[in-house]
């Protein structure tokens, strides 16, 4: 039997984008997940700040797992609605995405993401809310998550 960690692991292990930026899988449990993005220079902005799409993108898929969670385990999901919150300028050594869903029916899911900022000294400071609308589809190619 394929346990919760491992069904949500093959299916970030398959996304291109978080493993080109280095994100990490670092928490799965019923309704939550938490990925994890080093900080460096790669996802930087002009201004030297994190760029609000690397976050924004951590952020989504903490809610989509954390919703997958919920669902059959032959379910995929995807993104329908998202909203950010930038709360502070995106400074630290590294940061985590801590998805936690609020409601999953048979077809929609919702969850709520907040992104902590962590310092060289682990001083952690909330950067990012967001709240995401999550949609339950079949899988693709018989690939689920």
């Known amino acids: 039997m394929t346990t919760l960690f491992d ?10 984008l978080l493993a080109t930026l280095g994100a990490k899988l670092r928490h799965v449990a019923d309704g939550e997940v938490d990925i994890e993005l080093a900080g ?3 996802i930087q902005q002009q201004h030297g700040f994190v760029h609000a799409g690397a976050i924004a993108m951590i952020a989504d898929s903490a809610c989509g797992y954390a919703c997958l969670t919920r669902m059959p385990e032959n379910s995929a999901v995807l993104s329908v609605e998202f909203k950010i919150n930038m709360l502070a300028p995106v400074i630290g050594k ?8 609020v409601r999953v029916g048979r077809t929609i899911g919702v969850a709520t993401c907040e992104v902590v900022a962590y310092s060289k000294e682990e001083q952690e400071t909330l950067v990012a809310l967001m709240q995401a609308t999550m949609m339950r589809v079949e899988p693709r190619n018989g690939v689920s998550g």
Not at 94 to 101: N, S, Y
């Open 7 to 16: 069904r949500i692991s093959e299916s970030f292990q398959r996304q291109r």
């Open 40 to 42: 460096s220079h790669a």
């Open 94 to 101: 590294r940061f985590v995405a801590k998805g936690r869903v």
